[in-house]
Nanobody, 115 residues
Framework: QVQLVESGGGLVQPGGSLRLSCVASGSIFSTMGWYRQAPGKQRVLVAD???????NYADSVKGRFTISRDIAKNTLWLQMNSLQPEDTAVYYCYAVRWRDGLNYWGKGTLVTVSS
């Protein structure tokens, strides 16, 4: 059974940092990444990374967020620096199962940026 469990969300002041983690289990995954959904808005891609290490970022987070992963441990991280109120959202981890390309999602972790 595939499971993705996120952690690391919380309340942070503008300009602060947080590090999100996602531990995946139950299969082997190719691309893994993070989406976010702000209140009243659609879920959008934040960043993803392939098994080859190629990463992709939304323009809004380039230069501030860094995605990384440990393939052997099926663990994904998102280092978020210089956080701004517009980064407030529920952040979801996702993973693409290698053998059939199905997407799996975690339940999300809330990040609130506020003074």
């Amino acid at each position: 059974q595939v499971q993705l469990v996120e952690s690391g969300g919380g309340l942070v002041q503008p300009g602060g940092s947080l590090r999100l983690s996602c531990v995946a289990s139950g299969s082997i995954f190719s691309t893994m990444g993070w989406y976010r959904q702000a209140p009243g808005k659609q879920r959008v891609l934040v960043a993803d990374v392939t098994t080859a290490g190629t990463s992709n970022y939304a323009d809004s987070v380039k230069g501030r967020f860094t995605i990384s992963r440990d393939i052997a441990k099926n663990t994904l991280w998102l280092q978020m620096n210089s956080l701004q109120p517009e980064d407030t959202a529920v952040y979801y981890c996702y993973a693409v199962r290698w053998r059939d390309g199905l997407n799996y999602w975690g339940k999300g972790t809330l990040v609130t940026v506020s003074s």
